[in-house]
């Protein structure tokens, strides 16, 4: 009688257990934009949170940022500051974005630039918690424009860069001129100087 007493103890333990909501994870998170300049040298990767909120999503430390074309991958050292919200954001870019006046402060700055392959690639979050894969066609390297998609879905859109971190901090990367434009507007001064004849 006392084992079978115990027994049901046990299982009426393990199954209030099982049913509690976890309340310490990672596995919410969502690539929602992707961005790289032509060059690979500005990049940012941007995480997007559902809109209910489910539990504790700031434990990131230990986890990976990994792409498969050249073979880069990231771990997370420490985790988020404080709980997510729902639809919050968390940024990860690489050096060259953090050198940037004026955009949103990373929440992860990566090791190098050109993290990812601006000729397609496929960047996956948590082993496999969540993947998104863009060929070189559907990447914008315009400077201007990024790849975005909504909680959920895998399909890309193209919109204005708009990196969001986890502060709540918005902004745009504005793309630097060309030579072309540097060197039109280096000889807008000479023209003006020129005597007519």
Do not use: C, K
């Not at 870019?93 to 990373?106: K, N």
């Not at 790849?147 to 986890?166: H, K, M």
């Amino acid at each position: 009688m006392r084992n079978r007493v115990r027994a049901g103890v046990v299982a009426g333990v393990l199954v209030g257990l099982w049913a509690l909501p976890a309340r310490a994870s990672f596995h919410e998170w969502r690539v929602s934009e992707v961005y790289s300049n032509a060059g690979g040298t500005v990049q940012f990767i941007e995480f997007l949170q559902p809109s209910s909120e489910f539990d504790d999503e700031r434990f990131l430390a230990g986890q990976t940022l990994t792409e498969s074309a050249l073979g880069h991958s990231f771990s997370f050292a420490s985790n988020l500051p404080s709980t997510p919200g729902a639809n919050s954001h968390f940024l990860v870019a690489t050096p060259g974005y953090a050198a940037l006046a004026g955009v949103p402060q990373a929440d992860y700055v990566l090791p190098a630039n050109n993290f990812f392959s601006t000729a397609g690639d496929t960047i996956t979050f948590a082993s496999f918690v969540d993947t998104a894969t863009f060929t070189g066609a559907q990447l914008p390297t315009n400077g201007v424009n990024s790849l975005n998609r909504d909680y959920g879905v895998s399909a890309f859109t193209v919109a204005r860069n708009s990196p969001t971190n986890f502060a709540g901090q918005t902004g745009s990367v504005v793309p630097e001129p060309s030579a072309a434009a540097l060197a039109l507007l280096g000889l807008v001064p000479l023209l003006r100087r020129r005597p007519r004849s």
